[in-house]
């Protein structure tokens, strides 16, 4: 099965059309925008040479659930999903800054914490801390929105210092990001889970912040399975966890971290397949509900019709 890896639609009162690492963003008039979710994987900011089939789709329906269960805490862009791969929303302007908010020591926090580091984005973490132990309370290093290439690590300060933001938009920004990471949090142990961390993207709209993209998706988000985490901690054994990390280690293993020279390796079959399988398997887990797999046979034609159907609605 061919992945979705590349769109090219031309849709009525498309303005211009946006690629990023994973979504093809098509501005409708400057009053929509419809986010193509493709099956591109992204890793240490590099997109891969291979697609894994049923990732956007997997990624659009989690995030179009997550949307709707925190509606009442930050208005979003969302207005419909026609499509499994597709979610059409409001036209905002990004805000170039990344909220990031971690509960745990894992990932890039552990590696700069192992590599000595007690200071992450002007935040510091505790002496003393193991890979996976949570933190006393979340913490929020935010990171630059690139557009190309790879995030930046960036503190409160320097975003203030450098009129990035606004003292009152960013310390708006921190609280819908605790309030989120708390409801997420809460929704992901009501199913056996630890939301480890995650990020949040902004925009804004006639000086209304909302919040955009994609939200507690595999590809946002990292999850630990709670039954056992104690004890495998106190082993000093690896956390069991659904994220797309294990598609880094892969990366890892064979001398790739997106550094300059390295050659991006290309997966095989077997583990495409396994790639595919973790991403459903979240979605099964998180949602609570089985995965049904969308129409591959003419996928292109399908979002086209679904995404035109609808515009004539608006």
Not at 13 to 23: L, P, S, T
Not at 156 to 183: C, H, N, P, S, V
Not at 273 to 298: A, H, P, W
Request: hydrophobic share 35%; charged share 30%; glycine share 8%.
């Amino acid at each position: 099965m061919e992945a979705i890896k590349n769109t090219s639609f031309n849709f009525p009162g498309q303005v211009n059309h946006y690629v990023g690492k994973v979504r093809d963003v098509y501005n409708i008039e400057d009053k929509y925008l419809v986010m193509v979710v493709s099956d591109r994987i992204s890793a240490f900011d590099v997109v891969q040479p291979r697609g894994i089939p049923y990732k956007g789709q997997v990624l659009n329906q989690i995030a179009d659930k997550f949307l709707n269960a925190t509606s009442d805490i930050v208005p979003n862009w969302k207005i419909a999903t026609p499509d499994p791969n597709v979610t059409v929303g409001r036209y905002a302007e990004p805000i170039k800054i990344e909220m990031v908010i971690r509960g745990y020591l894992t990932g890039h926090a552990w590696r700069e914490y192992k590599a000595g580091k007690r200071l992450l984005c002007g935040v510091p973490m505790p002496e003393g801390m193991k890979e996976h132990d949570s933190f006393p309370e979340p913490i929020i290093p935010p990171a630059t929105k690139a557009d190309e290439g790879h995030d930046e690590d960036i503190s409160r300060e320097d975003i203030l210092a450098k009129g990035i933001l606004a003292k009152e938009d960013y310390l708006q920004l921190e609280d819908y990001t605790r309030k989120l990471f708390q409801r997420g949090t809460e929704m992901a142990a009501e199913k056996g889970l630890i939301l480890v961390d995650t990020k949040y993207e902004f925009g804004k709209q006639e000086g209304k912040i909302y919040l955009i993209d994609e939200i507690h998706t595999p590809d946002s988000s990292r999850y630990f399975y709670s039954e056992g985490y104690q004890e495998r901690q106190d082993k000093d054994m690896g956390q069991k966890q659904l994220s797309k990390e294990f598609v880094r280690e892969w990366l890892m293993d064979h001398d790739f971290q997106g550094l300059a020279g390295q050659t991006v390796p290309e997966m095989p079959d077997e583990f495409v397949n396994e790639v595919t399988d973790r991403y459903i398997e979240l979605y099964e887990k998180i949602t609570g509900e089985s995965f049904e797999r969308g129409d591959y046979s003419n996928v292109l034609n399908r979002i086209e019709d679904n995404v035109i159907s609808f515009l004539q609605t608006v």
